[in-house]
């Protein structure tokens, strides 16, 4: 899920982990909304709270846990870890079905996309609550979608995963991307991203279309977005679709930043490096110590060089590739000197997102942009 797949690829080849995700995870029920502004935490029942992140300097800095964990077999991988503290499907899904039946209407949204998919969480728990559902995920990560597929895929059963396609390639090169191979037979092995909806053979047009976790801040060109868009709409439904993403921003979005939070079994802290004005450029991180063993850290087990987008861009970069419509919702999140030092989330679990067409500057936000095709 780290930007540079290759370097991280290879790195992985020699120190892969394999460990049951469940393991711990908690109970899904408990993760029905987003939290926090920056890093969508998940909102499990670990009551998570926040450390002061002095705590975690105590910690030797240099130790790159990815150079050790290959001895000790039981440490969990860093794809677990980031399920845990990162994301959080439910709020996601509930969202994308309320934009598509606010948009396009008429029919259930049952097809979807989830493009920088990294281990596919999304796509597996959109199969889960109608059995005519599928879902598509891309990423050129390839070790993610192999933990995707053993760790998450292979454990929903045999129904839901012949009704997700996992494709390893570039979002800018769809038609170039290959099916990853579940351990389940698939009828439609062959199938290739980019079918036309004329042949049989081809995955269903897709309703909605998702990029999530600021991953096309991972585009860092206007020629590379509004490509990307392109393909984005080029996968939707003739029929009406929509294409979601989501961005953070805030007067504290442009400048250092460091936040803690603490699970039974490790903490996370999320890093933002300096932020340039001119590039609008920085280098997010994500660290993870574990608690239950030592206190070792996996120093930088997600590293991503962003273009932070504006929302205006971002609607002109859609415009141009053909969207009809498009929509910001909006939420302001807890101020990020009060989440470095607050005790659980407090309020922020009860923020609802809403529709906008115009928001004052605020320390810290989120936002959902939805384009109708
Ligand atoms: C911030 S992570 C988001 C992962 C996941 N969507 C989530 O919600 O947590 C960004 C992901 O995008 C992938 N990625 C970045 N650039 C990409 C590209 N051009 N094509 C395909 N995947 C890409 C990375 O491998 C990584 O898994």
Redesign the pocket.
Known sequence: ???N?KKQKNQNQNHRIRKDASYYLVDEEQQQQQTYPLTQPSNNNDDPSLTNSDDEEQESDNQNIESTVNDDSHLPSKFSLYQQS??SPKGDISYLQMFFLTYIGGRAPLHLQ?D???TAL?STEWLRSDSRRTSVG????LD?LDWCIENNVNKVGADLSSRIFLYH????QPQEAKLVKNSLPNTMDNITLEETENDSEALPPRDIVCA????CC??HSRHELVTYFKHALNALSKKGGIFVMDLYGGTSSECELKMQRKFPNFTYTWEQAGFDIVQRKTRISLHYTLLNHQKKKLRHAFS?SWRLWSLPEIKDCMEEAGFRFVHFWIRQMPDSENIKSMEGFGSARDIKYEEVTSFQQQDSWNAYIVAVS
């Open positions: 899920m780290g930007k797949g990162v994301q989830e920088f998919c990294g999304l891309l990423d050129f990560d993610a390639g570039n979002v800018l999530f976790n600021f991953s991972c585009l991503y």
